[in-house]
């Protein structure tokens, strides 16, 4: 029987201390209350306020959200969670009648082939009518379908994967921007393996990802293909994403949650754990990290210095997001006025300075008072890494500069605000599963310390919430 899981029986009080208060430290504090109600929980958040990255501001009739906008339900343990804290009935869907995505090419933006999803063309023919690609493009792309299926047990960067399924073209100017908005990656160092091994499974099932994605087509009903993305699978909460914590919070029974509270060390201390932060020293049964992979390594380093450094080498890149009110008048250009797209996506090849550009107004309802419209442009990544660090001026000329371009907006936006996240967003770069695999085998030997977050089996807010989650559990072998 486990160490820990003998404590839990016993009658003595369990200290059990989480560092690090987003989504994933505080789905782990709801899951520990749950299984060991008598559990005494100690959150440790070093900045002033809970939820890591996720927030929402409400700011002259408009909903910001700082980073995340929405999350997915497939995976679902975030509206399951939702769920199960009595909130449903307070999330959005995305607005069907807008959830077109657009891609910016050297003459103006052109929507995204339909039925186009990251990697899976469900819809041939709307690929070979787009005027995105090229004639060449075009027959390279067809002849995906006589590409043999690659070694899948080679982990293969996105780069390489797209380039040799579908041609250069295609990886350029539809696959990299659509996966550069959601990564904010280096698609020469993405893991396929680690970000998108549904495209391996796919290309070894079906032999290619036309096959593929004709066999998802008709799976589906035409609606559910309108879009490219699969945007129906897309939730909110009404006042925006910062809900989420505060829902996460007020669930929250006795664990008792700190704010500014730096830890800088976790080191073992006889048969328990020694968490120390700039103003005590708290004792501990078992610790759950749920910082960065990089902060973690950094307290953990005097426990295991093997297991710090591969937690080190996990790196993360930052961005920057300028969020923009305008008046639907200020867009002149035929395609500007009464844009209905979720947003614009900006292939790296074009040599232009935004990632992409997210209409939460016409994602979501209650975003933005009537006529106005709010935009957001994301700067920076693992590409651009640089940009994150240039004024508030220049990237407010950087996002005016691409809806001037693409969306003939005149004048200046009503308001600008602005939000950079250094090292926030992980990068699953070639051999992530193995690094984390052979973390996890070193953190199985501490008995009593977990590790959760976006750093090591998905980025997306579901998989931050099931990381707490599982690392409750592991932490009681349940
Ligand atoms: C710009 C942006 C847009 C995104 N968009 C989406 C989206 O639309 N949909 C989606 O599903 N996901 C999105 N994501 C990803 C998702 O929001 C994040 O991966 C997720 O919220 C991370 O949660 P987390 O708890 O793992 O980490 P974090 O939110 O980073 O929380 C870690 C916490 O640890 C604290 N901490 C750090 N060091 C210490 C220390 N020494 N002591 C104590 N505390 C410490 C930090 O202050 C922080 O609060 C986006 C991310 C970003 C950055």
């Not at 043999?148 to 380039?163: I, N, W």
């Not at 393996?193 to 008709?218: P, V, W, Y």
């Amino acid at each position: 029987m486990s160490r820990i899981l003998k404590l839990v029986m016993s009658n003595t009080k369990q200290r059990i201390v989480v560092v690090g208060g987003g989504v994933a430290g505080l789905a782990t504090v709801l899951e520990l209350e749950r299984l060991v109600p008598q559990a005494q929980v100690t959150l440790l958040e070093s900045s002033i306020c809970l939820g890591g990255v996720l927030a929402s501001e409400q700011y002259a009739g408009f909903t910001i959200e700082t980073s995340a906008d929405m999350f997915t339900v497939d995976p679902s343990a975030a509206l399951d969670l939702v769920r199960r804290l009595g909130r449903e009935d307070q999330l959005l869907t995305t607005t069907p009648t807008r959830d077109r995505a657009y891609v910016a090419t050297a003459e103006g933006i052109q929507p995204l082939p339909r039925g186009f999803s990251l990697m899976l063309p469900a819809d041939v023919d709307s690929v070979l009518a787009s005027p995105i690609l090229s004639e060449a493009g075009k027959q390279r792309f067809l002849q995906e379908q006589q590409v043999p299926p690659g070694d899948c047990s080679v982990d293969e960067s996105l780069e390489s994967f797209a380039v040799r399924r579908f041609g250069r073209e295609v990886f350029e100017r539809l696959v990299q921007p659509l996966a550069g908005g959601i990564y904010t990656a280096d698609p020469k160092t993405l893991s396929m393996q680690a970000t998108m091994q549904r495209f391996i499974d796919m290309e070894q099932e079906f032999g290619s990802l036309i096959a593929a994605g004709k066999a998802k087509a008709q799976k589906e009903s035409a609606s559910a293909q309108a879009s490219g993305a699969r945007y129906g699978l897309f939730r909110a909460p009404k006042d925006g994403m910062g809900c989420l914590i505060d829902w996460m919070v007020e669930a929250v029974d006795r664990a008792d949650l700190r704010t500014n509270q730096t830890v800088t060390a976790v080191e073992k201390n006889g048969a328990s754990w020694r968490v120390t932060t700039a103003e005590e020293i708290i004792d501990a049964d078992a610790v759950v990290v749920a910082t960065g992979a990089a902060v973690a390594g950094r307290m953990l380093s005097g426990v295991d210095s093997q297991l710090a450094e591969s937690l080190e080498s996990i790196t993360a890149a930052s961005s920057a997001i300028v969020v923009l009110a305008l008046d639907q008048k200020q867009f002149r250009s035929p395609l500007g006025e009464g844009f209905v797209g979720y947003g614009i996506i900006c292939p790296h090849v074009l040599g232009r300075q935004a990632i992409a550009c997210s209409f939460s107004s016409n994602k979501f309802s209650n975003r933005a008072p009537d006529g106005k419209v709010i935009v957001r442009c994301f700067i920076g990544g693992a590409l651009q890494a640089d940009l994150v660090d240039r004024s508030d001026t220049n990237l407010l000329a950087i996002a005016m500069s691409e809806l001037r371009q693409w969306l003939g907006v005149e004048g200046e936006a009503e308001w600008s605000k602005f939000y950079r996240w250094r090292n926030c967003m992980p990068q699953y770069t070639l051999g992530h599963l193995d690094r984390v695999a052979k973390i996890e085998q070193r953190v199985q030997q501490l008995a009593g310390v977990e590790l959760a977050g976006n750093s090591y089996r998905g980025v997306g807010v579901p998989a931050c919430v099931e990381s707490g989650t599982a690392a409750a559990r592991r932490l009681f072998a349940i």
